[in-house]
């Protein structure tokens, strides 16, 4: 069984940069789709940047398309999400999240929908804070 766990939160300038980790200890993330998501106070959460792991497919929400980078370290098992030009919009509390596909390069053609739908995903992490001080 997979289990993911987030590093990296914390307090940073608007305009600075993080880089939070996603861990997944259990198995390697061949064939998985990687989701992260966030969560602001009062807000539903929602998707910003996925990644197949084992395609290098890669899509990223229009809030933070420019901004933020989401790689994968695969001898490691571990995606980093790279934070750049931070707002305080960008406050939240950040979750990775993993689903395992028969066919990941899929879920990145047409309109994605499933990307973005947290009920397609069933490992989750335990979620990292990002402050944005302005």
């Known amino acids: 069984q997979v289990q993911l766990v987030e590093s990296g939160g914390g307090a940073e300038q608007s305009g600075g940069s993080l880089r939070l980790s996603c861990a997944a200890s259990?198995?390697?993330?061949?064939?998985?789709?990687i989701g992260w998501f966030r969560q602001a106070p009062g807000k539903e959460r929602e998707g910003v940047s996925f990644?197949?792991?084992?395609?290098?497919?890669?899509y990223y929400a229009d809030s933070v398309k420019g901004r933020f980078t989401v790689t994968t370290d695969n001898a490691n098992n571990i995606v980093y999400l790279n934070l750049t030009m931070l707002t305080t919009e960008d406050t939240a509390v950040y979750y990775c999240?993993?689903?395992?596909?028969?066919?990941?390069?899929?879920?990145?053609?047409?309109?994605?929908?499933?990307?973005?739908?947290?009920?397609?995903?069933?490992?989750w992490g335990q979620g990292t804070q990002v402050t944005v001080l302005s």
């Open positions: 259990g198995s390697s993330l061949d064939y998985y789709v």
């Open positions: 990644i197949s792991s084992s395609h290098g497919y890669t």
């Open positions: 999240a993993a689903t395992h596909v028969g066919y990941p390069p899929g879920w990145f053609e047409g309109p994605k929908r499933r990307l973005f739908d947290e009920n397609e995903y069933e490992l």
